[in-house]
């Protein structure tokens, strides 16, 4: 590339948001009594976004993207997250590994929500945002909300944690650092599944369960409520055109749903009968307008314990993290 061609793809610089104030940020503290972890916030980052060819995106208005850019030009520019904010997502023994070893860490921005869309995010599952704690902001309005945006991934140096701008804030408490690191695990680790699965049969299941488990809430009786009610976690199976969704169900849970006969233990008849009856309601959604129709996969519904599947068929699941 020419240096005129370098001139002209240089973007314009964007003015740094006023980051979102923020109680207790302070400066990053590497020391073995206080190291940075998994979730916490810094400020006074950049994220580095690189293309090649006349792309830009839409999502961070803080980003200044390259003008005239040929269709073979490669680019880099700074992207700022416009709250000001970016969690770490790197493990935490990779945080404190010296620079040599680990040479940068992995971020993503804080992004200011509607207080309507983080609170949806708080009830349902969303592979792309996350809806971070918000009490710790105190420049939010009442009716906004912060979370992470998954798909705007930065590497930084690490040494640039240690600027003098650069401030920190450890908002998550140990259940919600859990519950992030699941979510980031999940996000990242899980295995792909075509996308037609995600359509075809993932969606139309996803509204099934979350439209039961309201009618459960308001007290409905139907046996795919009950079921979907007693369900703790789902996983998923694709073998062919066969999807298989597994409903880990514990003794737990199916007392609470009513499940187990006089003696408290499964009642196996009534188990089947919501398990039935919830594969009938996910092949009737998918068949609905609004859902992918011809759907050419079978799908088989399994409410069970995980201590009673044998470990080479648990192994083909795979987390449904929504």
Not at 289 to 313: F, Q, T
Request: net charge neutral.
């Amino acid at each position: 590339m020419h240096e005129e061609d370098q001139q002209t793809l240089a973007p314009k610089q964007a003015e740094p948001p006023a980051p979102l104030q923020a109680a207790a940020a302070q400066a990053v503290s590497f020391t073995m009594l206080s190291p940075p972890a998994q979730g916490d916030v810094v400020s006074g980052l950049a994220l580095a976004i690189a293309g090649v060819g006349p792309a830009t995106a839409e999502g961070l208005p803080a980003g200044s993207w390259p003008q005239d850019v040929g269709p073979n030009d490669a680019w880099s520019a700074s992207v700022l997250s416009p709250s000001g904010w970016y969690v770490l997502l790197s493990q935490d023994c990779d945080l404190v590994r010296s620079p040599e070893s680990e040479p940068t860490v992995l971020v993503a921005p804080l992004i200011v929500v509607p207080r309507s869309t983080w609170d949806s995010l708080r009830r349902s599952y969303s592979a792309r945002r996350f809806a971070y704690p918000r009490d710790k902001f105190t420049s939010l309005k009442d009716d906004e909300g912060i979370a992470v945006e998954l798909p705007w991934t930065s590497s930084v140096l690490k040494g640039s944690l240690q600027a003098p701008g650069v401030k920190a804030m450890r908002p998550l408490t140990g259940p919600e650092r859990r519950e992030f690191s699941l979510w980031l695990a999940q996000r990242t680790g899980r295995i792909p599944l075509p996308d037609d699965v995600v359509t075809r049969v993932l969606d139309p299941a996803h509204r099934v369960r979350q439209d039961l488990l309201k009618k459960h809430g308001n007290g409905s009786n139907k046996p795919e409520a009950i079921g979907v009610a007693a369900a703790e976690r789902w996983f998923v199976r694709r073998r062919e055109n066969q999807v298989t969704l597994f409903g880990q169900i514990t003794t737990k849970s199916i007392m609470f749903a009513g499940l187990t006969d006089a003696e408290y233990r499964p009642d196996q008849n009534r188990i089947e009968l919501c398990r039935a009856a919830l594969e009938q309601a996910i092949m009737k959604k998918m068949g609905e307008p609004g859902s992918e129709k011809d759907s050419r996969y079978e799908v088989k519904v399994i409410l069970g314990m995980l201590e009673r599947m044998r470990a080479s068929d648990f192994v083909e699941f795979v987390p449904i993290v929504r």
